[in-house]
Structure formats: C-alpha cells, structure tokens
C-alpha cells in the first residue's frame, strides 16, 4: 500500500520503520522543519531512504488549508495517511483525499483499548462496541485523566479507517459543540479541545471557537447582556467575567476567551465591545518602543514587504511557534511587561498589538475592579470602605450572602455589615491562591518585577494613608495620629523594605573539598500557598508585617484578618488590585477564626501559615498544621514582659517610656510591659511621678488630634479587662489609679495602675493585654534576683530595663529570656529588625531579614562534573 507519513520525533520514526518492514511503499514524509538546522528523527531517516521528505511549517492559514502546500501532498499518490505524534492540525483535505482514509494514533477506543493501534486492537478482539475518549493530555498525549466518553457500535466489515472517518474524526477533531448536554459535559468537551483543534459552535453566523472554560457554583444572579447560540438550551450572557454558558440541565460555565474565523480572540467579557476602545497618544519613548517592535514583527514575517499598522500578524503567515517568539522578544525590551501568548492573538494587527502593549505598560489594561463601598464622611474626609470577602482579585459576597456586623468601638455603633466567610469560600481562596502561583504570571515574575509591585503597593498606600488611618481608628479604637505614623507609618516602611529584598534572595554554593569535581548549592524556593492569621490591635500592621515577607518571597496568600477589625485588611485588598498584583496573590476572609483561621491550619494546600495571637490558639494551630500536612508554622503569641527599673537611671525618660511600655495604643501592644520591677529606692517617686501623668491623659475620641488614649477594641475585652483588676484587688493588689469603665459612650477605660504586685498573683502571671500598670518592688542591689523573677514566666517576647551603668545594662540583656531586650527605651521597632519571641511567645521571626526564612523553603542540590 502507498502511505504517506505525517507526524515527528523518535515515535514517528519506529512507525515508519515497521511500516517498511510490513513491505509497504512511503510515497512521502511529512514532518515539521528543522529545528537549530537539526532535522526531526522521522525525516532524518526518511531522507536516508532516499523518500522524498516535505518540511512544513503550517497546513493551514486562518482556518483554510493552504492551496499549494494540499497539492504538493496530493501529487504523493498516498493511498492511506498514517498520523504518528502528529502536532500539525491536518485539513480535511488532506485527512479525507486517501482511498482508505487515515489512521492516527493518538485517539483511543473504548471499551478496553488506549494509547497507540488502540483501534487496531478494538477489531483485533473483535469487540462489539468501541467508543471515543477525550483525555486531558499527559506528556503521553493520548493517556491521562478522562474528561469525556462517547461509544459507537462496531461493525463486521468494518476497517480502522472506516471507524476512524465514520466515529473518531467527526467527533474528536471537528470539535462541535453540542449544546443538547449538561454544563459539565460542554465544559469538558471545551477543554478537552482546548486549545487544538479548538471547541467551537455558531454565533451571529460566525464560527467562534471557545477558550478558558469554568464551572460557576452560582451565577444565577450574574448582569449581562443576552447573545443568541444555536441549539443552546437559552440565551448566553455576556458579564464582566466572560460569558457565562447554560447546559441542559440549567447549571452553568463561564467562558473567558473567544476566538473567530480571521483568528482574532478576544476577551469573552467584551465581546459585544471588542471594537470600541479608542487608541491613546504614545509619548517619544513608547514611540521608540513601537519601532524596536516593528523591527521584530519584521524579522518573524519576512515574506511581507514592510510592517504597517494594519499588517495583521496571522494572516502574513505568523503561526504558534512565531507568538512564542514574539512575546520573548518583547520582554527582552520590556522586563516587565508580562504578556502572555493569548495577548497576541487578542491584539492581531500591528497598531492593535502596540496599543495593547502600552496600556499594559502603563498599568491601564488592569480589569475593572468593581467595589460595592460603604461611604462615610468622617474626619473631614469622605472614606470608601469594601465589606465584601476578596477572592481571586474579586469583591464578593460570602456563601448564603452571610454578614456580621463590624463596630465602632468609640460609641458602640454598627459600621456596616461585612461578609462572613464560610468553608467553601476559604476553599475557593485557596484554589485562587494555587492557580495564581502555578498556572498565574506571579510564579513565572522576575523577582524585581514583583519589587515593582510591591514598590507600587506602597506608594498607594500612602497616597491613601489619611484614609487607612481613618478607617484603623474607626474599627479598632486606634489614636488617629498614632495610627498615622505607626499603624499605617509602618505598614508602609515594611512593604518597602521588603519590596528591596525580591531581587536579593541569593543562591549559596559551595565547592566539596572532599569529593573531587563537586559542587554544592543552596536553592531558596518558596512556599506556594501560605495562610495567615492576624490579630485586632494593630489590624493593618500586622498585616504588613507578614504579608510583605510572604509576597517578597514570592508565594500567594489567604489572610483572615481579626473578626472584629476587618475593614483595613479589605482596604489593603481592593490596593493590591490597583497596583496590578495578578488575581488570586492575595485573598481576604473576614470570619471566625474557629470556622477560617481551623480550615486554613487544615487545608493540605496551604503549605506555611503564619499567625499572631494568644499561646491558647497557636498551641491548637500548631497541633493542626502537624496533623494536616506538616506544614511549615511561625506563632508570635502572648507575652508578659518584664521592664526592670534600676535606682540610677534617668528618671524622666523611665517614667515616659515607662508609661508607653505600658498605655502604647491602650495597652494592646503585644509587647506591652506586662509588669514593671522598680527598686525600693525609686519605687514611690516612680509611682507618684505615673500617677501624675495618667491624670495628665485626655482620654476621648480616637480622631480628636488631643486625644491620648481611645476606646478599648472591642466590648469583650473591655468587660474582661474590668475583670482582670477586680481579681487583681480582691488577690491584695493596691489600685492606685484608674480600674474603671470610663462613663460614655463606647468601650473606654481607665489608664489603671497597681502596685504592691506579688508574684504569685493572677495579675502578675497573666497578660491583661490592656492599659494596666503592674508594679513591683526588688531589694536595692538585687541584679540576680530581680531577673530570676522576671523569667519566672513562661513568656518571653520582650522586655526592658532602665539604667546607666552600661556593664549592668549589658548584663541584664543578656540574660533576660525574651526575643526582644529595649535598654533605656521601648516600643522602638524597625523593619529591619527581627522581630519575635522565646518560649511560650511562639517562634519564628517577623521583620527583618529573617523574615524571609519564613516564607522561604532551602534545597539541597549536588552537582558532579
């Protein structure tokens, strides 16, 4: 029999040799060019034959087989096509021109048959029935997870040929789609065929060929505008996400990309709109850039005289591997400008390519966020607060549209309703996370474009840093200045600091010197997915803390943010949107920390979590991310930290930064002084001089520029406050001052101070987490003692000691038992750094770079040479 052989590589090339064998005559080889001047294994051997070989780069243009390449095939004289690892998509006329038709090897029969001669096998057995399966590809091609099944009765006169041309090619190459199915099945018939030869189905008269399929949980409620399909069981819709498909059985898919006959695609979101947009005005330097582009599109299709606006692409001979090259070249002249290879075929002609590239470089192609906000005009300002969950660069409503109220802790009033997280929405955040690092632009991003971002992040941040402020002071209670230079002040310092590190994450070699010609080196990879968990005093700075370490490591994230405090961490979310983080880097869930903060511990796809909180939680959190998957954990946790106050230190400065070890934003300051050890001889002036300042406190509204002390966070923790020092009375303890609900509106309370603290009190072990001064004596002279009773504790993040004398202040650092030793200060953090605690105040560090470490995994790798 005469065979012509279409396919490449080692495959292709065992084929025609049996072939031979078997005695028949290959009248013709076609395989794809030479690659490097290297040719493909099947024509190499095919030449060494003396068979006369065709080369082709394309069978088709613009979905038309191509005139002269069909005749040159046809004038072969094949009798039979035999298609081994065939990547080309063959025309019709060539797969129909043989007298028995052609055979390929990359479809598989049912029932009990895959891989290669799959068909040959069906007849072979004799099997009844046969079928039709579409995989999703593995390295293999024609094995790996089965997306759609299809039988066909076998016939006795049957032939592979006849099966081939009656069953398997018209329904696994033509790619129809048949609306007569449910959502499921038309979703898995478009990726089945995605992305050769493509799903495809009639709209407006045209053949559109669908791309980017996804099953929606639920879009009923979705606003569109209808678009008429063919056979469809009712009217697509065209939202802002794409276009959203009905099966039969009235569920949904949405798809994201579409592609008509000229091969043009577009965003299915636009398509009633593809053609609407107005061009912008390039400033000299984009001009040059257009030029150096111009010159490329040049040297890819050298069959056309010159490249003008209107030269399209594909339809002057461009093929897939030329869109490859195309978008290497561009950001060999723009790093960083990501564009994908769907970005050319979205932007065909050369002025629709420059137009698309300069609004990407100038961050305009960015999809419209859409932002459902609560407005307040509040501190001469008007705020724009988001309350929904943000999920996959999305603003939405929480599973069942549950809410829960957020409160202003200054009066006791509702600030809005926001979304509640449930279960499936941290599974879909998490999915989002996921797909974001390995399927997403984030995990392919050079490490100094993600500086930019991050850069870019920080500047929007503190274009908005009045109203990040603002909203701090709203929902947790903060002192508006304080949350200005600190809450807010800081948050930025860290993402800038970090954004630094991207591009100085370095590789460690070394050279074994006991092993000749190896090498040694250390990898820094990251974590992927990584779940953190924040607590309510610093909302927004303790997002910053962790989360500019994860993103400048280069993993994606979940954040709960504390229930009661969600409304900066959502404003932060809508920031990354603007600043062009990719869809799916970061996800807020505002939710209980029993239902999000457990299932993000749980989750086998959240590798690192990262948490802030009481030693109670993280102890359950560790235990969970044990169980889980042994997950990689960092807990800052509760502290009791001690501040020695020697007899020679300066008075003023003991008494200023005492009170701010203490009374620093209300007392909740996870480092706050838990229990200040003053000496005897120093002890009532220490006393009398606080005692003075307290009075000297305005305590009132958060963003009255005098106030000095605001509302408690929430009415939980002022109740357990009131608590704490009625135990701490009735345990002996003086209460020199304060220990009361101030009598207004809201959650405020009294700057309080105790003395005559003995050590086995309830409020001399336990962290009140408030504004409460606990004072104890130590004996004139007594270094040891003194620190033997400030380690007595099974915390340790910081801690603090007051004095002159250097060699007592070195040596009373060194050994107190705290991650942290301020030494004639308090409260002075830098970004730089580390930060973190000993014993029951957790492990790992924030801050720093150290901070990194916990975002970062290290890989061995050994070479011999």
Not at 235 to 244: D, I, S
Not at 643 to 672: H, P, Q, T, W, Y
Not at 821 to 834: E, H, L, M, Q, S
């Amino acid at each position: 029999m005469k065979i012509a052989v279409i396919g490449q590589s080692l495959f292709g090339q065992e084929v025609y040799k049996e072939l031979k064998n078997d005695g028949h005559t290959i009248v013709g080889v076609f395989t794809i060019p030479d690659k490097d001047g290297k040719a493909d294994p099947l024509g190499a051997e095919a030449e060494k034959d003396g068979v006369r070989v065709f080369k082709f780069p394309r069978w088709r243009l613009k979905g038309k087989a191509i005139d002269e390449v069909v005749e040159l095939y046809k004038a072969v004289g094949a009798e039979l096509n035999v298609l081994p690892f065939c990547s080309q998509f063959i025309p019709m006329e060539v797969m129909d021109h043989p007298q028995h038709g052609s055979i390929i090897y990359h479809p598989s029969l049912l029932p009990r048959h895959r891989g290669a001669s799959a068909i040959n096998w069906t007849l072979i057995h004799g099997d009844k029935t046969g079928g039709f399966t579409v995989f999703w590809a593995d390295d293999g091609l024609d094995t790996g997870p089965i997306l759609l099944q299809k039988e066909c009765d076998v016939e006795p006169d049957d032939t592979v040929s006849t099966i081939y041309k009656r069953f398997l090619f018209p329904e696994g190459v033509r790619g129809m789609i048949d609306w007569n199915q449910s959502a499921e099945a038309i979703h898995n018939w478009i990726r089945g065929n995605d992305k050769v030869p493509g799903a495809w189905a009639e709209v407006d008269g045209k053949n559109v060929t669908f791309y980017g399929s996804a099953l929606v949980d639920d879009g009923s409620t979705a606003k569109g505008q209808p678009l008429e399909i063919p056979g469809a069981s009712r009217p697509g819709l065209v939202t802002k996400n794409g276009l959203l498909l009905f099966g039969n059985d009235g569920k949904m898919l949405l798809i994201k990309n579409l592609q008509f006959e000229d091969g043009k695609m577009i965003a299915a979101a636009q398509y009633f709109n593809a053609d609407s947009s107005t061009s912008v005005e390039l400033t000299e330097e984009e001009k040059n850039f257009s030029e150096q582009i111009r010159a490329v599109w040049k040297s890819i299709l050298t069959n056309v005289e010159s490249v003008e606006d209107s030269t399209d692409f594909f339809k002057s001979g461009a093929a897939s591997m030329d869109v490859v090259r195309l978008v290497e070249e561009v950001k060999l002249r723009a790093s960083h400008l990501q564009l994908q290879n769907e970005d050319v075929y979205m932007a065909t002609t050369f002025q629709e390519f420059i137009q698309m590239c300069v609004r990407k470089l100038r961050g305009e192609d960015a999809e419209e966020l859409v932002v459902d906000y609560v407005e307040m005009n509040i501190n001469n300002m008007t705020v724009q607060m988001p309350h929904q969950l943000f999920i996959d660069g999305e603003f939405v409503d929480a599973e069942g549209a549950k809410t829960y109220k957020s409160i202003n802790p200054t009066n006791g009033q509702p600030i809005c309703d926001v979304s509640l997280a449930q279960l499936s929405d941290v599974e879909k955040a998490v999915s989002a996370a996921k797909e974001a690092f390995e399927d997403g632009e984030w995990g392919k991003m050079n490490p100094r474009d993600r500086g930019r971002l991050i850069y870019k992040l920080a500047d929007l941040m503190e274009q908005h840093q009045e109203e990040l402020a603002t909203i701090e002071a709203i929902d947790s209670g903060a002192v508006y200045t304080l949350a200005l230079k600190t809450h807010v002040g800081m948050s930025i310092q860290t993402f800038r600091y970090f954004a630094g590190w991207c591009d100085k994450i370095q590789v460690c070699v070394c050279v074994f010197v006991q092993f000749q010609h190896s090498k040694l080196s250390f990898v820094r990879q990251k974590c992927l997915v990584c779940g953190i968990v924040i607590p309510w005093n610093y909302p927004l700075m303790m997002l910053a803390w962790k989360t500019a370490a994860c993103l400048a490591a280069g993993n994606t994230l979940v954040l709960k943010p504390a229930q009661v405090t969600p409304l900066t961490a959502l404003k932060f979310a809508e920031l990354t949107a603007r600043a062009g983080f990719p869809r799916g880097v970061v996800n807020i869930l505002p939710g209980s920390g029993s239902l999000v903060g457990q299932r993000l511990s749980d989750h086998p796809d959240v590798r690192k979590l990262g948490f802030t909180g009481s030693t109670e939680i993280g102890k359950q959190i560790m235990k969970s991310c044990a169980i889980s998957n042994v997950k990689k954990v960092s807990l800052e946790l509760g502290g009791k930290s001690p501040l020695i106050i020697f007899s020679d230190c300066d008075l003023d400065k003991a008494v200023r930064m005492g009170m701010s070890s203490v009374f620093f934003n209300k007392g909740e300051n996870c480092i706050a002084a838990g229990r200040l050890f003053v000496e005897e001889s120093l002890h009532d002036t220490f006393v009398q001089r606080v005692v003075e300042e307290v009075k000297k406190m305005k305590i009132g509204d958060p963003l009255e520029r005098s106030t000095d002390h605001g509302p408690q966070n929430h009415k939980a923790h002022l109740e357990k406050l009131l608590e704490y020092c009625e135990r701490g009375m009735k345990a002996g303890a003086k209460l020199v001052c304060g220990g009361k609900q101030v009598n207004r509106p809201g959650f405020f309370f009294e700057p309080t101070v105790f003395t005559d603290v003995q050590d086995h009190m309830y409020i001399a072990v336990e962290e009140s987490f408030g504004p409460v001064m606990i004072i104890s004596k130590f004996k004139e002279g007594d270094v040891d003692g003194v620190l033997r009773r400030a380690n007595a504790t099974e915390y340790g993040l910081a801690s603090g000691v007051f004095t002159r004398d250097l060699s007592r202040a070195l040596y009373v650092s060194e050994r107190l038992q705290a991650g942290t030793v301020f030494i004639n200060t308090y409260n002075k953090t830098d970004v730089a750094c580390p930060f973190g605690g000993f014993k029951q105040s957790g492990f790992g560090k924030d801050l720093g770079q150290e901070a990194l470490n916990e975002y970062l995994k290290t890989k061995a790798v050994t070479i011999e040479y």
